[in-house]
Antibody, heavy 122, light 108 residues
């Protein structure tokens, strides 16, 4: 069974930093594009960032660009999200997801973790 | 603001058919996918690549696209289909993901 398990959630003050980890099992993470998606309390889903198989391509939502960094360690079957300069509006559940793709196209997000939560508050 | 637009809420009588739509310019170029999210749970993929069902998803769920609109149809809605549904695709640049605002489906 393919699984993603996030960890690292915490309560942090505005301006603080946090790093999320996501461990994959049941598939080889290195073979897939991966994404982070977040959901603020009572709100909809927001795409945050993604990264290609070898980590050479990364893309970010405008709301997090310059503050968040996505990375991966394929040898450890793990994905990361480093979050700096956190703001109150970054408060959300963060989901690690696997992208399903064809040779040239994005098809959807077919594996989701259970989510990990950051609360940004003073 | 989201580049994909969904109706906030839709209702359907038990056993009837309901269509949930998603509009956006990027849908003319990029595939749509759909996710079901029940309270307290992570989203689950129900349709990918416009009209494909992952294994384990009931065949009452189907997807289609026309122009700038993607649709998720539930034929014979069941009580357990009551949930939030989100569409997803790429933005107009193709580099970034984007979600619709979500549609809350109520099964009456």
């Amino acid at each position: 069974e393919m699984q993603l398990v996030e960890s690292g959630g915490a309560l942090v003050q505005p301006g603080g930093s946090l790093r999320f980890s996501c461990a994959a099992s049941g598939f080889t993470l290195g073979g897939s594009w991966m994404s982070w998606v977040r959901q603020a309390p009572g709100k909809g889903l927001e795409w945050v960032a993604n990264i290609n198989q070898d980590g050479s391509d990364k893309y970010y939502a405008d709301s997090v660009k310059g503050r968040f960094t996505i990375s991966r360690d394929n040898a450890k079957n793990s994905l990361f999200l480093q979050m700096n300069s956190l703001r109150v509006e970054d408060t959300a559940v963060y989901y690690c997801t696997r992208e399903r793709r064809g040779t040239y196209s994005y098809y959807g997000l077919d594996v989701w973790g259970q989510g990990t939560t950051v609360t940004v508050s003073s | 603001s989201s580049e994909l637009t969904q109706d906030p809420a839709v209702s359907v009588a038990l056993g009837q058919t309901v269509r949930i739509t998603c509009q956006g310019d990027s849908l003319r170029t990029y595939y749509a996918s759909w996710y079901q999210q029940k309270p307290g749970q992570a989203p689950e993929l129900v349709i990918y690549r416009n009209n494909n069902r992952p294994s384990g998803i009931p065949d009452r769920f189907s997807g289609s696209t026309s122009g700038n609109t993607a649709s998720l149809t539930i034929t014979g809605a069941q009580a357990e289909d009551e949930a939030d549904y989100y569409c997803n695709s790429r933005d107009t640049s193709g580099d970034r993901g984007v979600f619709g605002g979500g549609t809350r489906l109520t099964v009456l």
